[in-house]
């Protein structure tokens, strides 16, 4: 490693420009129509698997009312759909319908074509690309060192 490199000082600049990077790429409105809430949700779900709301809500850390009502759009939407619970026949489980899988992936390409026309949008060189494109393996890997 670079002495001239100070540990702390990477770390805070990296913190800083993914922050900035994330909460903007969060901000601008991409096709797909899913609010924030709900494709937390949907994503959670799809995840996870069939399970119920009350369960969503504690892994969310939300109220029970707030993921019941954002699972309520999801399902009069046709993305989430309720079924008996196969082990207890009082209890109702949610599962992620083809449609819901359908705008997760909508959504996820939506925001890869954001970052695609913010890199080719000429404010990159060809040799930042290449160094965008070398530190993408390095931050997932720092992701999976945290």
Same mark, same amino acid.
């Given at each position: 490693?670079?002495?001239? *490199?100070?540990? #702390? ?5 990296? %913190?800083? &420009?993914? &922050?900035?990077?994330?909460? $903007?790429?969060?901000?601008? =409105?991409?096709?797909?129509? !899913?609010?924030?809430?709900?494709? /937390?949700? %949907?994503?959670? %779900? +799809? $995840?996870?698997? =069939?399970?119920? /709301? /009350?369960? *969503?809500?504690? #892994? ?13 759009? *999801?399902?009069?939407?046709? *993305?989430?759909?309720?079924? =008996? +619970?196969? +082990? +207890? ?20 390409? &939506?925001?890869? #074509?954001?970052?695609?026309?913010? !890199? ?11 160094? !965008?494109?070398?530190?993408?393996? %390095? ?8």
């Amino acid at each position: 490693m670079n002495d001239d *490199l100070d540990p #702390e000082a990477v770390a805070s600049a990296l %913190l800083a &420009g993914i &922050g900035v990077l994330v909460r $903007r790429a969060r901000q601008v =409105p991409v096709e797909g129509g !899913l609010t924030m809430p709900e494709r /937390s949700a %949907l994503a959670r %779900l +799809d $995840r996870t698997g =069939p399970t119920t /709301s /009350s369960a *969503l809500a504690r #892994e969310a850390q939300i109220t029970a009312q707030a993921m019941g009502a954002t699972l309520n759009t *999801l399902r009069t939407r046709g *993305l989430v759909e309720r079924r =008996p +619970d196969p +082990d +207890d026949g009082r209890r109702v489980v949610l599962t992620v319908t083809d449609a819901g899988r359908q705008a997760l992936k909508d959504k996820r390409n &939506g925001r890869v #074509e954001l970052l695609a026309r913010a !890199l080719t949008g000429g404010a990159f060189t060809p040799k930042e690309l290449e160094q !965008l494109a070398a530190a993408a393996p %390095l931050l997932e890997r720092l992701a999976q060192n945290i």
